[in-house]
């Protein structure tokens, strides 16, 4: 078995790789490791690897965006297998495994002969994600921050502030949006637009609970027109799942599709990768993703009965 640790040494602080270099040389076991230099570099690493055809184990090791590259790159090779370690300042997808998540994966020794289970894959117009999509207010917000993050004196927290004022008081919270899931056609003014693979994104934000990486269904939310005032009471119950007590401003759609479009040019944020187009169609890819993790941690955290008993698609 090949272990291959792909480190993003841009992810994280300055001193996260000189740390995960030192904890790296004390493994029992052998392994490579190579180190990126540019966007798109974990990608391409993956998909060189994957296609030897050798069984290999890659540790995509950074944030969000690291883990979506290597994604990318292995996608539907049944002989790799991915993880993430938790190096970047963001880490939401692997939320999943609870609280101590950063602890469980840094136990590399656990992690390297941990189990893998296939999980399902989001299609965003050919751009595959793992964990969420999400089109709307908050997507602006997310693809504002990388602007705001190139000032000088200008903190990772303080560009999220100024791309949340921007957006909310200046820009508006709505955009016009056509959106067709299954038998459901909306036509209107669109607050939200989620699409969840995994359970968490934007920093905390977990607004389907009951969403596996592993079900065969994509968990769908549509929030329509909200104002400033009604914005923060919404947010504070879209953040902690409970969508359900807010049936007059959210629509749920539980399947395999969702297609939006509008005349005005729509932003995407697909694992925290900013896509812009004015029409998309977000799938099921036919593509899965082998993912392992420590044996001793689990991907349904908080979950008393099996989640696909939970929910029926639509």
């Known amino acids: 078995m090949r272990h291959l640790f792909i480190i993003n040494p841009a992810a994280g602080k300055k001193a996260s790789t000189a740390a995960l270099d030192k904890l790296l040389s004390t493994l029992s076991f052998e392994y490579e490791v ?5 966007a798109g570099d974990a990608e391409r690493i993956a998909r060189a690897a994957a296609q030897t055809g050798e069984e290999v184990r890659i540790y995509a090791c950074g944030g969000d965006g690291t883990l979506n590259e290597v994604v990318n790159g292995a996608a539907g ?3 790799a297998a991915i993880t993430c370690v938790p190096k970047g300042t963001g880490n939401d997808f692997l939320k999943i495994f609870g609280a101590n998540y950063r602890e469980q994966f840094y136990d590399l020794e656990s992690l390297a002969v941990g189990p893998q289970t296939p999980f399902d894959l989001i299609d965003c117009n050919g751009k595959l994600g793992i964990d969420m999509v999400c089109a709307g207010v908050d997507a602006r917000i997310g693809a504002g921050v990388h602007r705001y993050k190139g000032w000088h004196f200008v903190s990772g927290m303080g560009a999220y502030v100024l791309s949340l004022l921007e957006h ?9 949006l056509h959106v067709e899931m299954g038998r459901q056609v909306l036509d209107g003014p669109s607050a939200l637009l989620c699409v969840c693979n995994g359970r968490y994104y934007g920093g905390g934000f977990m607004p389907v609970p009951e969403a596996m990486p592993d079900d065969g269904v994509l968990d769908i939310l549509h929030v329509n027109k909200v104002s400033l005032y009604q914005l923060p ?8 799942g409970r969508y359900k007590d807010l049936p007059k401003f959210v629509t749920a759609y539980h399947g395999q599709s969702i297609s939006f479009r509008s005349d005005e040019e729509i932003t995407a944020v697909v694992d925290g990768e900013v896509m812009r187009d004015t029409a998309f169609t977000v799938r099921l890819s036919e593509k899965k993703i082998n993912f392992f993790y420590p044996a001793h941690a689990s991907y349904a955290v908080g979950f008393s009965t099996p989640p696909t008993a939970q929910k029926a698609v639509l």
Not at 34 to 38: D, Q, S, V
């Open 168 to 176: 909310v008081l200046f820009k508006g919270i709505s955009r016009p």
């Open 34 to 38: 190579i180190y990126t230099k540019e």
């Open 77 to 79: 090779f049944d002989n």
């Open 233 to 240: 009471g919404l947010l504070g119950k879209y953040a902690k």
